[in-house]
């Protein structure tokens, strides 16, 4: 019984006979029937639709189940036997060049020459060029996969050989690693994405926050200013009031003179128009003393009303301008204690004025002069016959004698227009004798130099940078970060040029250090100019 019920699974219903075809072709109905019986049944009817060989029942095939058409829903790789409806495949059979579903898988062959693999199109590269065997084999001496010939007979047949499996499961293991590595440094960038994100957002909050300082500084500033004016304003006016009081006062007195003149003149006039000559000479005797004034007496009168009118008549100038200039002084200082330096908006509220830096003269050389103020330093033709001491450089150096060991800090210099000289920083045990004690041809001490032939370059540990930028202003300003390692330097012309930043590791309290005139220097073919420079320390 059970074997008529499997010769009826694998007979043809229109044929009568088992399937001709390897693998039958089955309808969207369930029916299955050799391919070239149901395509002669099917092509024979007409009409838009095609009915089952089967359809007792009124089973009908639409021909959209039948055909290939536009908007046909995708079923990838569809199985080559099913010509009629598409239907996806399962696998595909190297060995057939065929692929199958699951319906013809069933009843597909077993045998081991039938090499299933997932479904493809690409048949060509599964098998052998050479052979047109499938590809069952890696060769690792060639890196390539051969077929059971190529092994057997071909020019691999001495070769280490692996069955594709095993090739590809070391070459998986070595993907795997570099998978590994691949998201290690994916991970990496994430985190460095990350991190430039978050000083994306620092920056913008920072640009926020320095928009509304600067905003609120200049607020302050023009109130200031404000402040100012009137200061100066009510000065002159003061001024004006005062002088228009001594003025009048003066016309007041000038007037009086006026009428005591012409009561002189009117009785010399009643004088001069009377007839009897004794009335005349007695009133002329008796009012002599009154307006018989010499010459010599109404030019001094004139000389001293002039010298009144002058004294009365000016404003103090001085004066306003001593106002106008100490207010503006003033505002200028508090301005650069809270904003100096262009590109360091961080230390807006927190730098300090380094005022209160002096020349140390138990460490200048004997061929410098230290001013009385220990604010300015000049190269000198005599020496000073300083005693000597282990402080005291040999060359025209001089350190400052404050020194620096955290925080911000800012001062500016003021130097001559030509000659040579040098500003930097410097760790106090720099050497005081010989070539290593020049700013900047040690590691312990940071130089701006600028040459006498119109150049600056920057030095340390004996390594020159020459910047392009030309001196063009006699002053410089010096920002020192001590904790962030950060050295400055700043031409103060308009606009403010930023010449230079060295950065490094802080390790000991800093000094100023100032140089002039190093004739003994004749590094990069330099020429020399014999000009006296000098620098002053301003605030």
């Known amino acids: 019984m059970a074997s008529v019920d499997l010769r009826d699974e694998l007979t043809c219903s229109i044929c009568l006979n088992i399937y001709t075809d390897p693998v039958p072709v089955t309808l969207i109905c369930g029916h299955r029937f050799c391919q070239d019986c149901i395509t002669k049944t099917l092509d024979n009817q007409s009409g838009r639709e095609y009915s089952c060989p089967e359809g007792k029942h009124g089973f009908i095939v639409v021909e959209n189940f039948l055909s290939t058409r536009p908007g046909q829903k995708e079923v990838g790789i569809p199985c080559t036997y099913c010509v009629h409806s598409l239907v996806p495949a399962a696998k595909t059979c190297l060995h057939c060049e065929a692929s199958l579903c699951e319906t013809h898988l069933r009843v597909h062959s077993k045998s081991p020459e039938h090499v299933l693999i997932e479904p493809t199109t690409s048949l060509r590269n599964r098998k052998c060029s050479v052979h047109k065997k499938v590809l069952e084999y890696y060769c690792s001496k060639d890196a390539v996969c051969i077929c059971v010939s190529c092994r057997l007979d071909g020019q691999h047949r001495t070769h280490k050989v692996e069955t594709l499996n095993e090739a590809s499961e070391k070459k998986k293991k070595k993907l795997r690693n570099i998978m590994e590595k691949l998201t290690s440094k994916k991970k990496e960038a994430e985190k460095r994405v990350q991190s430039l994100q978050e000083l994306r957002r620092q920056v913008q909050e920072k640009a926020a926050g320095v928009t509304e300082q600067v905003g609120a500084l200049l607020k302050d500033i023009m109130k200031q200013l404000k402040t100012l004016e009137k200061r100066v304003l009510n000065e002159i006016s003061r001024q004006k009031e005062q002088v228009s009081l001594r003025v009048s006062d003066q016309i007041q007195q000038l007037e009086i003179k006026k009428e005591e003149l012409s009561r ?276």
């Open 264 to 539: 002189k003149m009117g009785h010399i006039e009643e004088l001069c128009n009377m007839t009897d000559p004794l009335t005349v000479l007695q009133g002329c005797e008796s009012d002599s003393d009154d307006y018989c004034d010499t010459e010599e007496g109404d030019n001094e009168d004139r000389e001293r009303d002039d010298n009144k009118v002058r004294a009365v008549g000016n404003l103090d100038v001085g004066l306003i301008s001593v106002t106008l200039h100490s207010g503006l002084a003033g505002i200028v200082t508090g301005v650069k204690r809270q904003l100096h330096v262009p590109d360091s908006s961080d230390m807006l509220l927190d730098v300090n004025t380094a005022s209160d830096i002096l020349l140390d003269v138990n460490t200048a050389s004997n061929d410098v002069t230290v001013s009385d103020d220990f604010k300015t330093l000049c190269r000198s033709e005599i020496s000073q016959s300083r005693p000597e001491t282990s402080d005291r450089f040999e060359k025209n150096q001089v350190l400052g004698s404050r020194s620096f060991s955290s925080g911000r800090h800012y001062w500016e210099v003021e130097s001559s227009e030509s000659g040579r000289w040098i500003v930097g920083m410097a760790y106090p045990r720099i050497a005081r004798k010989g070539r290593q004690s020049v700013i900047g041809y040690n590691n312990k001490s940071w130089g701006l130099w600028r040459w006498d032939h119109d150049e600056y370059s920057v030095i340390h540990e004996s390594k020159e940078i020459l910047l392009t930028h030309r001196p063009s202003s006699q002053r410089l300003g010096i920002y020192l970060d001590y904790e962030a390692g950060r050295l400055s330097f700043y031409e103060l012309c308009e606009p403010i040029t930023h010449l230079h930043t060295f950065t490094a590791t802080f390790t000991e309290p800093l000094h100023a250090i100032f140089g002039v005139d190093f004739q003994f220097l004749k590094v990069h073919h330099r020429s020399f100019q014999s000009v006296n420079s000098w620098l002053r320390i301003i605030h």
